[in-house]
């Protein structure tokens, strides 16, 4: 049995999937690009300035900034502790990033909505918006999580801490000035995940009723499918495009650490 | 002798003051994290469970859990079910050649880096863009009527797209690199020498996979059955993009987000035990995944 040899088996079986992956998406395309009176690129330069989109987009990445900014303060120090302290409570903290994972967000915001019915949360537009962030929080967790996690476990902490303690560091400077730089591409990963959920994510701000990306898309599709469907591949290349740009980031680091061991 | 007796009180003693009053510090940095989860996750799901069980005024009951058998609610639990066995199938054969074909199949590496960083995006890839994708495809003027028109024949999309079928269909789709980021690890664990000692022992090839490869890959297999089979049960947003308000008959979420956004059965305590009764299936398939995982697991420990 020669192993080595691609079969002819391999190439049929991967085409089948190629064919049912690749297939809508050039569909797709091909939608976004023609009328019934020809081709046109008038669905992408359009859809720009079609009014609510600027909106839509902004109120998004505001939501997705702040989000991210949460999790970094929650997840940094938390993950370091774990780490520093108490490394057997790893499974623990584990557990609870990976509840989101299973948990879907409508019952996450049905079980939000019902926890805090009858405090300010649920009363005000600015109380939903809470809501919201603490939802995406949650569902970008198992994520961001994870990301620090890989960053903490290449680093070594132990020494990098004592170093600063012996040098005179208290805890807040310890995590401002040594862990942070350290695990910039770190954060920078998890961001970027963080940053393309909230971007697609539609049930927990529809149901809170927030003026999002998505559910601006969706009634977007209603009046002008062929925009829609232009801003779907435009967000689709976006994702694409900041998964290559962080594995480069990553590689370039990973190849100076391993040259700075070397040396 | 006198000496060691009189010590051993004091550093007892040190120990035990010592002990809690560190657990303690190293806690307190935990509670930020803790106090986080507590109110946006635990307490939310928790408050589901306990509105499922009571009445409007907080008695336990049954009633809520009973009502379940509203017929809306049986024709949606019938059909999501049944949708999501059959994409978790699906995938599960589409996926598994893809993962086959990368792996043992032996295709070039070029192939094999860019199926894994494709599957990393496109299992997220639900949702919105994902219906519009395939209305592009099999839409009433979608890609493959335009393509079939000079034939003649045409597709209807009230049979392949806005409905059971459609659903199926583009489900189908994420589950397949669904299925390729989970069972790629798997096989890369097979070992070649597991092939080469089978054939020496005179076996062919279908003997070696009948023998020891499928069995060595089942705990990995009905793991992400079970993980296909959750990941399609809670898909929301594909499902109300596709099917609107008929989707009621087909996704028990949609029943769920009726019923948060509108009364619909005149029963607060039915959507919460709807809501529970979800949270119940997820839980029991989790459980499945996390048990065959670990028998998959062991496997692999021992190869090594």
Redesign the interface.
Known sequence: MNRVRTSPLAWALFSIAFVYLVVPLLAMVWASLTTPRGWTVNAYTEVFSTPGFAEALLFSVRSGLITIVISTALVVPTAYWVHLRLPHLRPLIEFFTLIPLVIPPILLTFGLIRFFNGTPLTNSSQGLYVLLLGGYVVISFPFFYRSIDAGLQAINLRVLTEAAQSLGAGWGRILWNVILPNLVVAILNGSFITFSIVLGEFTISSLLSQPAFSPYMLDLSYREADQATALSIISFAFTWLSIVFISIIGNRRAGAARRALTR | MATTTTRQPVTAARNSLQLPFSISI??V??L??LA??M???I??????VQ?ALTDGTGTLTLSNLLNLTNPTIAQAYRSTILVSFITAITGAL??G??A???T?????AW?RSAVL??S???A??A????V??????LGRV???NQLLRPTGAAIDPQTFLYGFWGLCIVY??FQ??LLVLIMVPALDGLR?EW?EAS?NLGAT?LQYWRYVGIPILLPSILGALALLF?NAF????TAS?LLGAIGQTFAV?IV??NQ??TDTFGDPGL??AL?FS??VV??IT?MIYTYSRNRAERWLRRAE
């Open positions: 190293d806690w940095g935990l930020p994290f986080f989860v109110v946006f996750l307490l939310p799901a928790w408050s589901i509105r589409i996926g050649g893809l086959w074909s990368i043992v199949g032996n295709l070039p192939i960083s494709f990393g995006v496109a997220n890839f949702g919105l863009p994902l519009f994708a395939f209305v592009a495809l979608g890609l493959l189908t789709y397949i690199p070649r092939v054939e090839r959750a809670s898909t929301y947003v993009a979420t769920v987000a948060f956004r959507g919460y809501a979800m949270i997820i839980a989790v």
